[in-house]
């Protein structure tokens, strides 16, 4: 094994670990101990040179990767400028997505409506056969529509192409109440899997592919996450449990001491899971292995959580906060009330207060960088949604906001 390169190394993890610049994703080789160092951001040497703002650096010593990179804590967030705002005509209860250069937002009593995202014009219109929307889901050939009557898939050249789509009914039973993948779509081949109160379902969206339904083992919400090379199946009653994502034969089932804080959502990056148990208490589950680790970090009133490779990030009643899964404390961000889940971009955190500002800031600094500007006049109903160098943000009553992106500078989005 060889030693660590950092002067002020711990000593307690002296290995090695290959990752990628946070800017250009140039291949990197750090010591796991960086993060304890506070070293927050690693950056080739080209990018580097683009930073334009004051910054604290390391150079690891003794390493003969010394003179391809630089450790840096640094802030590295774009510059967010209002664009265009709309008001759709009805209200916005579940979570909008983008694809295909467009916007397709649920829209309560209209089904959905497409938008076009370079001039945020409306270009089609989708009535739901499947009553109110819960999610939305795209694959290359389907927009996908999951309501109260089950679960559609509607041709996405009929839809863009603005003539009469074709319906075809996947399932004609409601998935179960839960904020997070309510809609998980597997490609190649294409499969969308869903949870309703009984069961898994697994529905091929090409012909001659088999379809699965595996009993689900608890009872209330559910939540359901693509994690490493299967999904797992977060339930309310405490039942964790993963499945082989092509045929749905459960592989591994925990129960962990408390129930899940459903309306906390799921999170995943990789084979590991990240969800909030009803103390507040942050939990880790290795889809591979099904092994569960309660962390010691506490969120108490938690809203909405998502991850990046090295931190998760949790809003709710006391803010925004981030941790190491492994750490033994979470760093509060910013202290202002969140109601949705937060955005996580290569280098930017966004999320919406309760008061319906949009704060972004860098992923990697301190709390006290965060920017905040005005966004919706209302209630935030959906979490930020990035379309090509733009975000948008919507309200339970239908107002979107649209900011440009400035990434001027080598700024990590």
């Known amino acids: ?49 683009r930073l334009r703002t004051p910054h604290e650096w390391r150079l690891p010593k003794g390493d003969p990767s010394a003179s391809n990179f630089l450790a840096l804590s640094v802030p590295f967030a774009p510059t967010v400028t209002e664009w265009r705002r709309i008001d759709l005509p009805g209200e916005l209860r579940a979570q909008f997505v983008y694809g295909h250069r467009h916007l ?18 409306p270009v089609a219109r989708v009535p739901s056969r499947s009553g109110h929307i819960q999610a939305l889901a795209l694959t290359d050939e389907f927009l996908l529509v999951a309501g109260t009557g089950g679960i559609e898939a509607v041709p996405l ?24 993948p309510a809609l998980v779509v597997l490609e190649s081949p294409q499969i969308a899997c869903a949870v309703t109160e009984s069961a898994v379902h697994g529905i091929p969206l090409q012909a001659g592919e088999p379809a699965f339904e595996t ?24 039942d964790v449990w993963g499945l082989q994502a092509r045929t749905g034969a459960r592989l591994w089932h925990e129960h962990i001491k408390n129930t899940v804080r459903i309306r906390a959502g799921v999170a995943a990056w990789q084979d590991r899971v990240y969800f909030i148990d009803s103390d507040g208490t942050l939990v880790m589950v290795h889809a591979g292995r099904g ?18 490779e090295q931190y998760v990030f949790v809003t709710g009643s006391r803010g925004l906060d981030r941790c190491i899964p492994a750490g033994p404390y979470a760093a509060p961000m910013t202290g202002h009330v969140m109601v949705t889940p937060p955005l996580v971009t290569r280098g930017t955190v966004f999320a919406v207060t309760g008061q319906g500002e949009l704060l972004y800031t860098d992923a990697l600094a301190q709390g006290e960088r965060h920017r905040l500007i005005n966004g919706v006049t209302d209630t935030p109903s959906t979490s930020p949604v990035l379309a090509g160098k733009r975000i948008y943000i919507g309200s339970e009553r239908g107002e979107v906001v649209a900011y440009d992106l400035d990434t001027a500078g080598g700024a990590a989005v």
Do not use: K
């Open 104 to 121: 397709f937002f649920p829209v309560r009593n209209e089904g959905v409506l497409v938008y076009r995202e370079r001039d945020l014009q």
């Open 215 to 238: 009993p689900r083992i608890g009872q209330g919400g559910a939540l359901l996450v693509r994690a490493g090379e299967g999904l797992v199946v977060v339930e309310e009653s405490g």
């Open 1 to 49: 094994m060889q030693s660590c390169p950092y002067v002020n190394c711990i000593g307690q993890l002296a290995e090695r670990e290959s990752g990628h610049c946070t800017a250009c994703d140039q291949d990197l080789v750090w010591c796991l101990c960086g993060t304890a160092n506070r070293v927050l951001a690693r950056f080739c040497r080209q990018c580097r040179s």
């Open 291 to 308: 092994v569960h680790l309660p962390t010691s970090h506490l969120f108490g009133d938690a809203n909405g959580l998502a991850c990046n």
């Open 157 to 180: 050249d009929q839809v863009l192409g603005r003539t009469a789509p074709t319906v075809r009914i996947l399932l004609g039973t409601p998935l179960v109440q839960g904020r997070g």
